[in-house]
């Protein structure tokens, strides 16, 4: 069903869950520049997202008009691998009582972020948004994928049912400011640079990758995402699901490399093969998104860059 396009303006209130999470802040950052005023946010120590009861009292009370749903449990191929059933259980609480409450107490317009780990193993590249439900999942992160494609299958029920206007965006591997830095919990970038930085201050002579190297990942620095994601919410309406990407993928060899020389690592890489490599491939066909009006501008080095030099000044390697 074809939605009409409502108007966020900048006094409207906007809920933004999982404001303390590398998504969930820079779409804080991208609303606040914009002057927006009205923001809601909650800790995970004020509301926790998985008590349907407490998500049901909060929009009760506050009645948000647009809710960014950036709140999730999220992690890279270790973290997901050893927690399936935390991962998959604190999604599919997560979106279900945040999209049910937006439904219920008449949320405007709610986006919903997805991740690119939804869409089959074997897929045909770059990955068009019609492939999801086409194969079988990559089964490092199938639990977490399939909350996710239970989150987009809710948007879409809602919208067909209820007729809300609920959007659903896919985004590819993130990093950036605020990320996670921790290694048994972290994604490949911050973990690398984690790495690398620990192995300079401590004269090391090799830093560990894990797996081959070998495989591709697309990477796109988390404030173009929040741009992506604002431009959404202000310009599309619709149930088919949109990549956000940068339409280009590296191998984690060279990402590694790139991040030596911008931390000044000189001693040597090795490999740890007995750590899982994951997909082989996952660059998403980012034409949907492009014809909606958006390309990501940040290059994959400037946002390494820009990461780095935000952990240097907020000591993110010490927390
Ligand atoms: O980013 P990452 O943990 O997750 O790993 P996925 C990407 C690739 O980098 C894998 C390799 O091949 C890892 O083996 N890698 C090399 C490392 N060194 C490291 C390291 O020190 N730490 C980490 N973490 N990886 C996640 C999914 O998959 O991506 C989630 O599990 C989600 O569900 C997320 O979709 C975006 O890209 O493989």
Request: proline share 4%; net charge neutral.
């Amino acid at each position: 069903m074809a939605q009409e396009q409502i108007v966020m303006n900048r006094d409207a209130k906007v809920y933004v869950a999982g404001h303390k999470g590398l998504v969930g802040s820079a779409i804080v950052r991208r609303l606040q520049r914009e002057g927006y005023t009205n923001l809601l946010v909650r800790t995970s120590g004020e509301l926790d997202l998985r008590d349907q009861k407490a998500v049901n009292a909060f929009f009760e009370h506050e009645h948000p008009e647009f809710v960014f749903l950036s709140a999730a449990r999220v992690g890279g191929i270790k973290a997901n691998w050893e927690q399936p059933a935390q991962f998959i259980y604190d999604n599919l609480l997560i979106s279900a009582n945040i999209i049910h409450a937006s439904y219920v107490y008449g949320v405007k317009k709610l986006l919903f972020l997805g991740s690119s780990c939804i869409y089959p193993r074997e897929c045909p590249q770059p990955i068009k948004e019609e492939y999801l439900l086409t194969g079988p999942l990559e089964i490092t992160n199938d639990a977490y994928a399939v909350a996710k494609i239970a989150g987009i299958k809710m948007c879409q029920s809602y919208n067909r049912q209820y007729g809300t206007n609920f959007i659903s965006c896919m985004p590819t591997n993130l990093y950036g400011p605020y990320d996670n830095f921790d290694l048994n919990s972290s994604h490949v970038l911050p973990a690398l640079i984690a790495k690398f930085h620990a192995a300079k201050r401590d004269s090391k002579s090799e830093v560990v990758i894990w797996g081959s190297g070998k495989p591709y990942r697309e990477f796109l620095y988390v404030d173009d995402l929040a741009e992506a994601v604002f431009h959404l919410m202000r310009t599309y309406s619709g149930s088919e699901i949109v990549n956000i990407g940068t339409g280009r993928d590296t191998t984690i060899l060279d990402a590694a490399k790139i991040i030596q020389e911008v931390v000044g690592f000189k001693g040597a890489l090795t490999f740890d093969t007995t750590k899982p490599d994951g997909t082989p491939r996952k660059l998403l066909n980012v034409n949907r998104l492009k014809n909606l009006g958006w390309q990501a501008p940040t290059e994959l080095r400037e946002g390494i860059e820009k990461t780095y030099a935000w952990c240097l000044q907020n000591n993110a390697f010490d927390k």
